[in-house]
């Protein structure tokens, strides 16, 4: 018979591997494990990198220092400027992990803009290392925009969705 510490080393060593199902057997006793299938988000980075030549030309470096501010920052900048002029509440992500609306892929939204939600209301779900956490509304009121997109990687303290306070 396997030890309780055998058999978790044994669990954490399937659960790095790739491979989705283990089955042991020794002297009558039997375990089987499979693995759970998580939908895989593709992540891609928010810009293109830079690729920077050897010895760039001089009119390149000029260019280079008068680069803007990113497009989804202004964004942000004007939807936290809108949340504060309508006085909305963020509900944010309370960790780091993959955004999503629904708890399957086949199933409908959790919320969806125009829906009232009540402090205990399940809004989504972020998933982070394989735990699937669900996130509530925290507030009584309706839900004004969804900030985030399915299958989006979201980060601690980012604004998911705006909801306005009954």
């Not at 057997?25 to 939908?39: T, Y």
């Not at 920052?73 to 002029?85: L, M």
Request: net charge negative.
């Amino acid at each position: 018979m396997l030890k309780i510490q055998e058999i978790r080393e044994l669990i954490r060593l399937v659960d790095q591997s790739s491979i989705d199902s283990f089955e042991f057997e020794h002297e009558g006793s039997k375990i089987k494990m499979k693995k759970k299938q998580v939908p895989q988000a593709i992540v891609q980075p928010a810009q293109p990198a830079v690729v920077e030549a050897v010895h760039p030309p001089q009119e390149a470096r000029r260019a280079e220092t008068k680069h803007e501010p990113a497009a989804p920052a202004r964004q942000e900048t004007v939807t936290d400027n809108a949340a504060e002029a309508e006085n909305l509440h963020k509900i944010t992500s309370p960790m780091v992990g993959t955004f999503y609306q629904s708890s399957s892929p086949d199933s409908d939204p959790y919320v969806k803009p125009g829906d009232k939600v009540s402090k205990d209301s399940v809004v989504c779900i972020v998933e982070a290392m394989k735990l699937f956490n669900e996130i509530e509304a925290e507030i009584n009121g309706e839900i004004v925009e969804i900030l985030a997109k399915d299958g989006q990687l979201v980060e601690y303290g980012q604004p998911l969705f705006l909801v306005k306070p009954e």
